[in-house]
């Protein structure tokens, strides 16, 4: 069983940053692979950064140089750091581990980037 609990977020002007934390707990080291995903009102859920203990990592086409993610191992922690953001990345953003087959969530966190 995996327990993961999100911070940061919040409301953003345009051009802003900001930075997503996911503690993971009782540890990171198990997992496989870790993500962020975005939710936006009337959309389906999307992936928009994944790394993988393998040191694989995957961006969605609308963050790529814009977006990126990270982990600190030694303190069971996943960031996802967005700089340059745009209206369009208005969304409930969530943190996702993946062990084996098995899937674990965070709670979801709101980003508002508007004027």
């Known amino acids: 069983q995996v327990q993961l609990v999100q911070s940061g977020g919040g409301l953003v002007q345009p051009g802003g940053s900001l930075r997503l934390s996911c503690a993971a707990s009782?540890?990171?080291?198990?997992?496989?692979?870790m993500g962020w995903y975005r939710q936006a009102p009337g959309k389906q859920r999307e992936l928009v950064a994944q790394?993988?203990?393998?040191?694989?990592?995957n961006y969605a086409d609308s963050v790529k140089g814009r977006f990126t993610i990270s982990v600190d191992i030694p303190k069971n922690m996943v960031y996802l750091q967005m700089n340059s953001l745009k209206p369009e990345d208005t969304a409930v953003y969530y943190c996702?581990?993946?062990?084996?087959?098995?899937?674990?969530w965070g709670q979801g966190t709101q980003v508002t980037v508007s004027l």
């Open positions: 996702k581990a993946q062990k084996t087959i098995a899937e674990y």
């Open positions: 790394i993988t203990w393998g040191a694989s990592f």
């Open positions: 009782p540890s990171i080291f198990s997992i496989n692979a």
